[in-house]
Nanobody
Framework: QVQLVESGGGLVQFGGSLRLSCAAS????????MGWFRQAPGKERELVAV???????SYADSVKGRFTISRNNAQNAVYLQMNGLKPEDTAVYYC???????????????WGQGTQVTVSS
């Protein structure tokens, strides 16, 4: 079992910044992928960014150049720095964990409880 606890969401104005954090605990395998997904009302959960334990990253086209994912393997933590926020970034953001690689919204092993990000125009 892996527990994921997110923090850092909130309300921010257009163009502002937020930093999300996710702490993982439990049985953490050395080779894993962690990431962030988001879900807006009436929409499917979508990938934002993922990062492997080796540091390889992948981003949704909509956030490239604005968001940066990073992680601290020693602390089993993953972060999402969000700059240049837009109203369309408004969603519940979920931390995710998968043993191995190729993390997607359909094959995640564990999810956090989610944190709300709201961007006002």
């Amino acid at each position: 079992q892996v527990q994921l606890v997110e923090s850092g969401g909130g309300l921010v104005q257009f163009g502002g910044s937020l930093r999300l954090s996710c702490a993982a605990s439990g049985v953490i395998f050395r080779f894993n992928t962690m990431g962030w997904f988001r879900q807006a009302p009436g929409k499917e959960r979508e990938l934002v960014a993922v990062i492997t334990n080796f540091g390889a990253t992948s981003y949704a086209d909509s956030v490239k150049g604005r968001f940066t994912i990073s992680r601290n393997n020693a602390q089993n933590a993953v972060y999402l720095q969000m700059n240049g926020l837009k109203p369309e970034d408004t969603a519940v953001y979920y931390c995710s964990y998968r043993t191995g690689t190729s993390l997607t919204a359909r094959n995640s092993d564990y999810w956090g409880q989610g944190t709300q990000v709201t961007v006002s125009s």
